[in-house]
């Protein structure tokens, strides 16, 4: 005969009900499953030289990152442990991968410098991401989300690579990259405000000249992808600190119209 936990026994003999299994949303895991796996291939593959391939994977997971939230609020599962685990496949995709793509790419030809610009990108990454689970940042982001610099780096080694396939970076192409990389990492952890995708609600009707214009837009990133995306991710990185100049010459000159007489 076998034996019966007693605490199982008692609750299932109370007017309580059977014992509920406490368990995990399927779908929206399974999709940050996907980024996650997209972040480990990146990785494996700019480590192989396969760039080109690493920054494809690094887009995946972007998209795939984006989907899981929206698939998790549309079916009404959002959970803790599913924003926990989606904050580490972040650190993996967009921290891990891209700063171990760009070492491999021609960091490591800059020495001890190239090992302290990956650190610096890595743990500003894990900065900001323990930043937004605290803060939880909706209508704006504080600082350049993790998502649109790993962008900035994967555009930037498909532009290369594109451009110049098969041709090693020279030195001064190694440094430059390691001060983009170093200024996107600061960005990250800066307090400059940041347009977020989710005021973006692609359930409301628009007018029919937004289609059009979605159209142009796929044509002109059809005519050169690398170019356009690397060029968009450039503004949108450089959109907080140019709001914030605005801002400070709005500022100024309110300022000085009050004290005129």
């Not at 007017?15 to 949303?25: A, H, K």
């Not at 990259?177 to 405000?193: H, I, K, P, R």
């Not at 991710?233 to 959109?239: D, E, G, K, V």
Request: hydrophobic residues 50%; proline residues 5%; aromatic residues 10%.
């Amino acid at each position: 005969m076998s034996e019966e936990n007693p605490k199982v026994h008692r609750l299932n003999d109370s007017d309580e009900g059977p014992v509920r299994r406490r368990g995990i949303y399927f779908l929206p895991n399974l999709i940050t499953t996907g980024a996650l796996c997209a972040g480990v291939y990146a990785t494996v593959a700019g480590f192989n030289g396969r760039y080109v391939a690493a920054a494809f994977a690094i887009f995946a997971a972007m998209a795939l990152d984006a989907a899981d939230g929206r698939v998790a609020r549309f079916t009404r599962t959002e959970s803790s442990f599913g924003a926990e685990y989606d904050s580490l496949s972040d650190m993996v995709a967009f921290g891990v991968a891209p700063a171990l793509l760009v070492f491999s790419w021609g960091l490591s030809a800059l020495g001890q410098i190239g090992w302290v610009v990956t650190f610096v990108y890595v743990a500003c990454t894990a900065l900001r991401l323990a930043r937004y689970n605290v803060k939880g940042d909706n209508e704006t982001f504080t600082g350049l989300a993790s998502p649109a610099a790993a962008a900035v780096l994967a555009c930037a080694i498909w532009v290369w690579e594109e451009t110049i396939p098969g041709v090693e970076p020279s030195l001064l192409a190694a440094s430059t990259m390691g001060v983009v990389t170093t200024l996107v990492a600061l960005l990250m952890v800066s307090n400059f405000t940041y347009f977020s995708p989710k005021l973006l609600n692609i359930r409301n009707r628009v007018p029919f000249v937004a289609l059009v214009l979605v159209v142009l837009g796929f044509a002109v990133l059809l005519a050169s992808p690398p170019h356009v995306l690397v060029t968009l991710a450039m503004l949108y990185a450089l959109s907080g600190p140019v709001q914030w100049v605005w801002g400070v010459h709005r500022s100024n000159s309110n300022s000085d119209q009050k004290k005129e007489p």
